[in-house]
């Protein structure tokens, strides 16, 4: 340090300990406060994730196509009840297969037109 004020004549200020203290639990409080927002949007995302009971539904349907189940149809798929029933729209008949989350009562739907067995 006294080499460098020799060459350069400048004087370095530094920083008290006081100061280091305080701006590292500033930074301390930044992180923990944007890490939890971050796992509050991570979790509301899971959360609110249906691509399970679509694929859920999509397979359904599926089976519906091809002869595997008749209606009405109704299962339990963890905390969604999946169900049908045959609708009649502009004069085209359709089945609507419907799953309603028990607890956010949540609904997803898939239509497709009914076939005769």
Known sequence: MALLKKITGLKVKASSLTEVIVATVIILLIFG???LTVDNLLFNTVKNSTHKIENELTEIV?????????????SEENEWIIYSEEVIEENQKLVVFEAENKTSKKKVTKKTVAYEN
Do not use: D, H, R
């Open 33 to 35: 406060v944007a890490l």
């Open 62 to 74: 599926y089976q519906y196509k091809n002869g595997q189940i008749t209606l009405p149809y109704s």
